[in-house]
Structures are given as structure tokens and as C-alpha cells.
């Protein structure tokens, strides 16, 4: 199967089950939500330990620190490692990709398959710089699920940015030497500098998060 389709296919199936679990009251409240959505429970443990678990209480009961989410962005960072080496000396990963893609006159440039690359490598080691100097030590928990699937998105992400164009990485050499520097095309002018104003929004909306904590502390007395 074409590895674009397979890339396709995984976020269509995560975006199913993503819509359908908000429809399932159970699934949404125990598999779901988590750290301050989570929905407290208003059991006493005393009640809880007589009382059986329903298949999505146990489920969801399997559990890893919230603070792992900053494994993702390793996983990110180390994707785009990866497949810039592979992409740069044609690595043997690279052939096979080249060797299931069904359409080999491919639809993107090798400077569309850079660019691509390239702006994933800054938003992952700059989501990574932010998770590990911006969170903060925390006993909230998530599903054990949520935490395995937000690293296959991630890994599967760092490949689907540029996957459309592994046709044309089907080549002998380093592909340094397939590169096409010239003036930039509207959609490039036009696409980095969004890239670049969203991703400094967005991380003045972290470290704006970051901070609410402190804030709290220094505007709410010491009794309350």
C-alpha cells in the first residue's frame, strides 16, 4: 500500500475515533478527559473498592504522569533526525518508501519535501524547548492510551509533512544536489511567514499559561 495512504489513512481513523468517543458518555468521561477535565468522582474509596469497575473505569484506571506529554516532542525531534539523515544520504528507508509509493512522478518538489522537513524540525524542538522549561511539576494523570497514541501522531506526522513527495527523493546521491535555489514561489511567501507569526503566538500563549500559577499565588491572599 502507498505509505501516503497508510499516513492518510491513520489520521482519518484517529479523527473517527477522536469524534466518536465524544458521543459515548463513558468513553468521553473516563478515556477522554484527564487532569482538569477529568470528571472528579464522587465516590468515597472505601465505596470504590466494593464496587466494580466498568470496562472504560478499568481501562482508563492504567495511568502515566500528564508531565510525559513531553515525550511526544521527543519523539518529534527524533523523527525529524531520522528522516533528515535518511532523506539527505538517500538512506535505505528512503527506498523503500520510493519502492511502495504507487505514483513515482510524485507531487512535490525536492525544496517543497526541504521546506516541509524543515518547518517540522522548528515546531518540534520548539514544542520540546517549551515542554521542558515551561511545565511545571504536576500529580495530574492521563490514560496510558492517549499517551502511546500521541506518539505514533507525532512519529507518523514527522513523515506525512513530506511523505507525497518521496518519489522524488528516488535518486543516487545526496539530495543537496537536487536542490533549486531561486526566487520563492507565492505559496511559500505566503505559508512561512504564517508558519512563523502562528508559532510565536503560540508560544506567548504557553508561557502566558505558564505564568498563571504565579500569578495566582502573588494576587490571591495566603488564606484562601
Known amino acids: 500500500m502507498d505509505p501516503s495512504l497508510l499516513c492518510k489513512a491513520f489520521f482519518v481513523l484517529g479523527s473517527a475515533v477522536n469524534i466518536g468517543g465524544t458521543l459515548i458518555p463513558s468513553f468521553r468521561e473516563q478515556i477522554m ?14 465505596k470504590q473498592e466494593k464496587q466494580p469497575l466498568n470496562f472504560f473505569e478499568y481501562i482508563s484506571s492504567i495511568q502515566v504522569p500528564h508531565t510525559w506529554f513531553t515525550h511526544y516532542y521527543m519523539v518529534s525531534v527524533l523523527s525529524s533526525i531520522f ?41 518540534g524542538s520548539r514544542r520540546l524547548y517549551e515542554s521542558i522549561t515551561l511545565t511545571k511539576p504536576s500529580q495530574s494523570k492521563m490514560w496510558v492510551g492517549l499517551w502511546l497514541i500521541g506518539m505514533a501522531y507525532y512519529a507518523i506526522m514527522g513523515i506525512s509533512v513530506w511523505i507525497e513527495g518521496s518519489a522524488v527523493l528516488d535518486h543516487d546521491g545526496r539530495w543537496g544536489s537536487l536542490l533549486q535555489f531561486g526566487n520563492p514561489s507565492a505559496k511559500t511567501l505566503t505559508a512561512v511567514p504564517l508558519f512563523l507569526l502562528a508559532s510565536l503566538a503560540q508560544h506567548d500563549c504557553h508561557v502566558y499559561l505558564a505564568s498563571l500559577k504565579k500569578l495566582c499565588a502573588l494576587i490571591m491572599p495566603a488564606s484562601v
Open 83 to 123: 528522516w533528515g539523515y535518511q532523506i539527505y544520504n538517500h538512506g535505505p528507508a528512503i527506498e523503500v518508501l520510493a519502492a511502495y509509493t504507487t505514483r513515482k512522478d510524485g507531487t512535490m518538489t525536492v525544496n517543497q519535501v526541504f521546506l516541509a522537513w524543515t518547518l517540522m524540525a522548528i515546531q
Open 33 to 46: 478527559n484527564y487532569g482538569s477535565r477529568g470528571t472528579p468522582s464522587t465516590t468515597s474509596p472505601q
